[in-house]
């Protein structure tokens, strides 16, 4: 009976930090830095975030799954 709970209680830690890694976007400086323009920039930042959240939503249905089970 213990474990089950801490198995759920891990696994809603494990989505709640997926969640929250949904709110940041590290960016390193040479990708700023590099002679593209703004415009440019500003689509790969946004690629960039939407394949971050992309993965970490995966990851949250991964967790549910093997929740469930």
């Known amino acids: 009976m213990g474990k089950n ?7 809603r830690q494990i989505i709640e ?6 709110e940041t976007l590290t960016i390193r400086k040479e990708i700023i830095i590099d002679s593209m323009s703004d415009e440019e920039l500003g689509k790969w930042i946004r690629q960039m975030y939407k394949a971050k959240c992309e993965a970490a939503d995966e990851h949250i249905e991964h967790i549910n799954r093997t929740n469930a089970d």
């Open 5 to 11: 709970k801490d198995k759920e209680m891990y696994a």
């Open 17 to 22: 930090m997926s969640e929250q890694s949904k």
